[in-house]
């Protein structure tokens, strides 16, 4: 006796168009993640002229529209009154965001930022 093959349904790529978009699995190949430091951003050398030029290029930029790695910490330089946040799979670093991941920045200069946020 032959089965039949079930039937995709039509609607399921609609719903959900790239099921597995952020999840990590496996070898992720280049990180991808790691932009240009901030010290390359004039407003941001603007913002947080607090802090010296070499700090500044510590800190590389996640690019705007790059798919954000699950569990991974984050802070956005332009709002660090928010504080840091754990990525989720289906997040993207949105337009006008300057976020560093805490695992490229050192760790003196992460708590810096966050003593910062806090103080504002």
Known sequence: MTQNPKPEDSFTHDLNPQ??????????????????????????????????KDELEQLPIVP???????????????????????????????????LVAKDAAPYELWNKLLEAGRKK
Do not use: C
Request: no cysteine.
């Open 64 to 98: 705007e529209g790059t798919r954000l790695e699950q569990g991974k910490t984050y802070i956005d330089l332009m709002d660090l009154e928010k504080g840091e946040f754990t990525g989720m799979a289906n997040q993207i670093a949105p337009h006008g965001s300057k």
């Open 19 to 52: 099921p597995e978009a952020g999840f990590n699995y496996g070898d992720l190949g280049p990180d991808t993640t790691q932009g240009r430091p901030a010290a390359d951003y004039k407003d941001l050398v603007e913002h947080l002229n607090w802090l010296r």
